[in-house]
């Protein structure tokens, strides 16, 4: 009988697992989604690596951070391996976020459908034009951007999304730090910078575009 993913009484400090392996994880999660999906129970990492583009020793070594997963020769169950991956990410439960920023790109990751299916969940909105603040965009109030604080305390809200122009970022960055946020997602094309508890992930479609002519010029 396959050994599911099963706990140790190993405790991995998450500050001790790098960075890229974390980043992994939800690749690993959404390709066993896919084998739950066509009815696969057992995958082996020379499965997942050909899915992944990866060496199967790559992804014993990332799984070993967090214990000890699967039975030499007989591989990973799928549901267990993906649930308890599910847990080590935190998408076993709802996040709350706010987003700050309401302008079209604002608007158009508020209406994403995306995110709620994941255990994302945008809650609140902000923005510093007078005009906008007051108005509610797919249900969710938008509220000044002096309201961070106490809106987030209130409503348990963990990230903070931020699409508001370059020169404003980095200051609502820090207000969203101060406000006691632990994660952001930048849409702001600044290499923004929080203290080292606050883990921010910049996404710059501009930039991911031109480094992706240097392969199209000819």
């Keep these: 009988m396959a050994i599911s993913p099963a706990r140790t009484n190993r405790t991995t400090d998450p500050m001790d697992v790098p960075d890229v392996v974390v980043e992994r994880l939800p690749l690993y999660v959404r390709v066993l989604a896919s ?10 990492s020379e499965q997942l690596g050909s899915q992944l583009h990866m060496t199967p020793a790559q992804i014993r070594k ?3 951070y967090f214990g000890r997963f ?11 391996l993906a649930l308890r991956l599910r847990e080590i990410l ?8 706010c987003l700050v920023g309401v302008g079209r ?13 994941e255990g994302f969940k945008i809650v609140s909105a902000f923005d510093m034009n007078p005009a906008v ?36 970022a980095q200051q609502v960055i820090d207000c969203l730090v101060e406000a006691g946020i632990g994660a952001i997602l930048n849409y ?31």
Excluded: C
């Design 35 to 44: 084998f739950e999906e066509r009815g696969i129970e057992m995958v082996s």
């Design 62 to 64: 990332d799984l070993s």
């Design 70 to 80: 699967g039975k030499q020769g007989r591989g990973y169950n799928v549901k267990a």
């Design 90 to 97: 935190g998408l076993d439960r709802t996040w709350n976020a």
């Design 105 to 117: 790109l604002g608007r158009a990751i508020i209406s994403y459908p995306g995110f709620a299916p």
């Design 133 to 168: 603040v007051g108005t509610t965009v797919d249900g969710i109030s938008v509220d000044a951007i002096s309201e961070i604080k106490p809106v987030v305390e209130r409503l348990g809200i963990a990230i903070g999304i931020v699409a508001v122009p370059a020169t404003a």
């Design 188 to 218: 702001a094309p600044i290499s923004a910078h929080a203290p080292g508890k606050v883990k921010i992930k910049n996404i710059d479609p501009v930039m991911s575009l031109q480094s992706m002519t240097y392969y199209l010029k000819t």
